[in-house]
């Protein structure tokens, strides 16, 4: 039964999640709360180490809680559930590609999801940014993450200000906060 349901929640999930590997964070985020599966931490980290791992964000994440929640077959399954959508979508729309382009309707529909797609892509970075630099204790003030915060300033610095730096491949910079992570046991 759990398969079937990792199936099913995955299947909403890449259904409704457009805009890609981001979008899908506000649904699993309300995943987390309905089914237990993991906590809202633990979508922190599955974030930082699907945008560290090659392949889809959504995928990487999708395989992580399928594979924690029910080991390798488990991982199959939320994957398929994830992908699932995309397919039918896709393999839809080749069949009438050529109908499709030139329908005004069709345009416009495309057109009106731009919005709802920044929109559910920037929910998720405000989430990340939420669970990565403030701390809700248990008196319910929220408190910043300091170490988190002064990583995230000198990043920014050293991508944006530092002409040295600023060149630098990307992955140099997430190798470099991983080491820091753990070093300082973020």
């Not at 699907?50 to 080991?71: K, Q, R």
């Not at 069709?106 to 998720?124: C, E, I, K």
């Given at each position: 039964m759990i398969y079937l349901k990792l199936f099913y929640e995955f299947f909403k999930t890449g259904l409704?999640?457009?805009?890609?590997?981001?979008?899908?964070l506000p649904f699993l985020s309300d995943?987390?709360?309905?089914?237990?599966?993991?906590t809202q931490a633990q979508l922190a980290d599955m974030l930082a180490v699907s945008e560290s791992t090659p392949g889809p964000v959504g995928?990487?994440?999708?395989?992580?809680?399928?594979?924690?929640?029910?080991?390798?077959?488990?991982?199959?399954?939320?994957?398929?559930g994830l992908v699932t959508p995309s397919v039918i979508v896709i393999l839809i729309v080749a069949s009438f590609l050529k109908a499709f382009r030139s329908n005004r309707f069709v345009d416009a529909a495309f057109y009106g999801l731009r919005p709802a797609s920044t929109a559910m892509v920037a929910s998720a970075g405000i989430g990340v940014v939420l669970l990565s630099l403030v701390d809700t204790g248990a008196s319910g003030l929220a408190l910043?993450?300091?170490k988190e915060l002064v990583l995230a300033a000198v990043i920014l610095v050293l991508t944006r200000w530092v002409p040295v730096t600023k060149k630098l491949h990307p992955i140099v910079f997430i190798g470099a906060a991983a080491v820091v992570g753990i070093v300082f046991r973020f």
């Amino acid at each position: 039964m759990i398969y079937l349901k990792l199936f099913y929640e995955f299947f909403k999930t890449g259904l409704f999640a457009i805009g890609g590997g981001l979008a899908t964070l506000p649904f699993l985020s309300d995943m987390a709360d309905r089914t237990g599966w993991f906590t809202q931490a633990q979508l922190a980290d599955m974030l930082a180490v699907s945008e560290s791992t090659p392949g889809p964000v959504g995928v990487n994440m999708a395989t992580y809680v399928g594979f924690e929640t029910s080991g390798v077959l488990g991982a199959v399954v939320a994957t398929l559930g994830l992908v699932t959508p995309s397919v039918i979508v896709i393999l839809i729309v080749a069949s009438f590609l050529k109908a499709f382009r030139s329908n005004r309707f069709v345009d416009a529909a495309f057109y009106g999801l731009r919005p709802a797609s920044t929109a559910m892509v920037a929910s998720a970075g405000i989430g990340v940014v939420l669970l990565s630099l403030v701390d809700t204790g248990a008196s319910g003030l929220a408190l910043f993450r300091w170490k988190e915060l002064v990583l995230a300033a000198v990043i920014l610095v050293l991508t944006r200000w530092v002409p040295v730096t600023k060149k630098l491949h990307p992955i140099v910079f997430i190798g470099a906060a991983a080491v820091v992570g753990i070093v300082f046991r973020f």
